[in-house]
């Protein structure tokens, strides 16, 4: 049953709401200003419904933006101290460029190094390949001059890493009710002063906002702006641009005895990111499918190999009910399948052919992007924290922790650079070479 009143109420039982919800409980434990039982998670449908229950899991370090390197690097802290608790794989992360990313890599590594972030970078067209095939004997992509090895990272299994963390919040007294929609906020002056459901109204202190996909729709419920004016670095505005825009993410598995993909030491390979120059040529068909800057992604999973592809802008409005189940939004289309096959088999002779064994199951989803496609984390109302992570974030569990501390009167200097106002200030988050929003 809905209660009346709760000083914190978290909505989205997603990897954001979960972690702060469990973080908080903590915070104020330790400091004796109340418990878990201060909080509860409202969830339309429930733990791991949205984003957080279908991303594909990976977790990496490799970003060009300093502030994004460094929500990572406390975010695989947190990853690696409930390694067993997340279902979490410290395999690592492999990123391979060419020449055009090659100053991007050696970037990120610098930036690395000085964080004490543990990683290798290969320069080299014949040491990056004589690198890989030292790893991955049949490996055969080319052309690929730079390759930044995190030795830290890896993957996650999404659901079970979800139940893993509401079981953390739940130890700590937190409650997590399911179907709880909330459909309007009483916003008196400039506080929400109560939270309206489909299950009746609760009164609230705090609001913290985990609403993923769903970002839009609950930012307008606060009366907060859909289109923005953005300050660029230069000093210009450029007008009345969206606030949300829609990504389709296009993933898929392969499927076969996952015990033979391993190592040349017959361990389990990193998640491998690849981005390319060279002629992708289709396995099915013969033909030329791209000779400009293409890239996927792969890494193991209980089945084979999943992984994605760059992907599809949607614009600004989306069909996000039903997330994850079946839906024509989520129909494998055969123009991903042809492209990430392609890549996969590029990469590795053991993957050519592997269109014959792609399952066709419904997979992928949306990601709601922010107006820089970079995360806001930041108080949208004194009373309301709103955590948006621009579909960056299934590894950044590490964000709930600096909210916490947030919501304790603490700054965070890792969560200061994802704030509203950076739009208007013209702070905005550097933009790299690479052919994903979210690198
Ligand atoms: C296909 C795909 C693959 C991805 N792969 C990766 C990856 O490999 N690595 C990575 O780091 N990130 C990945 N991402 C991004 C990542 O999944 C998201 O950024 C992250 O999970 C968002 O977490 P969240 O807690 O904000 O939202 P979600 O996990 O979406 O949770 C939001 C919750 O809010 C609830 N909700 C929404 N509206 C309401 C309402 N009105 N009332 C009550 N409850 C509501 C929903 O039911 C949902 O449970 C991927 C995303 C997609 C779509």
Redesign the pocket.
Known sequence: MLPKFKKYVV???????LSTAWHLAKELKARGKGSGEDIVI?????V????????????RNFYFQPAMGEVMRVSVEVWEENQEDFHYNPVGYLAVAGPVQEHDLETIFERQQRSGYRSDLILGEQNVHDYMRAMLPDWKARGLTACLHEKQGGFAFNKASMLGLAAKAEAEGVKILSG????GFDIRGDLVRAIQTNQGTIEADQVII?????IK??WTMLGLPNVIDIRTPGGDVVQDQPMWTYWR?A?GEIHFDPKTYVTAEGKVPPVIHIDSSEPLISTKTGNLITDQLWGIYFKPDKQGVQG?ATPENLGTSAQLDPYGTQSQLYVVKEDFVDYWTAGLAHCMKRFEGSHKIYDWSPS????AFTADNFPVFDFMLPNVYV?A?S??????IGVGKEVARVLMGEASSVLYPFRFARFSQGELHPVSNSPYPWS
């Open positions: 909505i989205g039982a997603g990897v954001h709401g409202l969830d339309k449908s429930g791991a419904a949205g984003a957080s229950g279908i991303a594909c899991g990976v977790i709880v929609e909330v459909t985990g609403a993923g996909p769903w729709s609950l993410l993933e994605g992928g989803g949306i990601g955590i992570d579909n960056h974030g299934y590894k950044m």
